[in-house]
């Protein structure tokens, strides 16, 4: 299947800094990517669709001045979570489709602790 | 999208097939059936899909009942690298359309040796 990459796996911040997490798909082009929060013992719970050169369109009380997302690329998606504190920390998960749309693929996702 | 029922957990001995159930009894007839799965501290993979017809590929099999009302997922012989939760979802609209995958809880296969 198609590979999406993360990056970092871990990241360990200190509360009030921010934070940004790298998705890329490796070996097609992502017109549409998404971003997934995992708290422990939990599913997977959307946060935002982004569509490559447009603004990202967030889920119910995700908030998007706190957590952005930039997808410039067809290939790289970015998001960021601002003035971080310790209830984000999450497993936080990017997943990748092609224009054709029939799998979403999922990234290996990024675990952050913030102290 | 359709909502879908699973069962929490199950059990399945090494080597063993494992059938996964999975209702979804609301489904609409362009709603396809995915599975995915999640290893622990991984991300989801992708499994198979469905519409209507059985699926086979290299990981499972998909089978869908005539009234789409539910579906089994079957790994021919389940091994320890197995063990995951595994979702069920329904989501609706074709190729090349909008649409976004909605996690339940799934179900947690355990492999015992």
């Known amino acids: 299947g198609a590979v999406v990459s993360q990056h970092p796996s871990r990241v360990i911040c200190k509360s009030g800094t921010s934070v940004k997490i790298e998705c890329r798909s490796l070996?097609?082009?992502?017109?549409?990517m998404f971003w997934y929060r995992q708290f422990p013992k939990q599913s997977l719970m959307l946060m935002a669709t982004?569509?490559?050169?447009?603004?990202?369109?967030?889920e119910q009380g995700v908030e998007k001045d706190k957590f952005l997302i930039n997808h410039a690329s067809l290939t790289l998606s970015t998001l960021t979570v601002t003035s971080a504190h310790p209830e984000d920390s999450s497993f936080y998960i990017c997943?990748?489709?092609?224009?054709?749309?029939?799998?979403?693929?999922f990234g290996p996702g990024t675990r952050l602790l913030v102290l | 999208d359709a909502k879908t029922t699973q069962p929490p957990s199950m059990d399945c001995a090494e080597g063993r097939a494992a059938n996964l159930p999975c209702n979804h009894s609301?489904?609409?007839?362009?709603?396809?059936v995915y599975w995915y799965r999640q290893i622990h501290s991984q991300g989801p993979q992708y499994i198979i899909h469905?519409?209507?017809n059985n699926e086979t590929n290299e990981m499972a099999s998909l089978i869908i009942t005539e009234d789409r009302k539910s579906s089994t997922l079957i790994l021919p012989h389940a091994t320890l690298r197995d063990t995951a939760v595994y979702y069920c979802?329904?989501?609706?609209?074709?190729?090349?359309?909008?649409?976004?995958?909605?996690f339940g809880k799934g179900t947690l296969l355990t492999v015992n040796p």
């Open positions: 469905g519409l209507k």
């Open positions: 997943s990748a489709r092609d224009r054709m749309g029939a799998t979403q693929y």
């Open positions: 982004s569509n490559e050169g447009s603004k990202a369109t967030y």
């Open positions: 070996d097609f082009q992502a017109t549409t």
């Open positions: 609301t489904i609409s007839g362009n709603e396809y």
């Open positions: 979802i329904v989501r609706v609209g074709l190729l090349g359309s909008n649409y976004k995958l909605t």
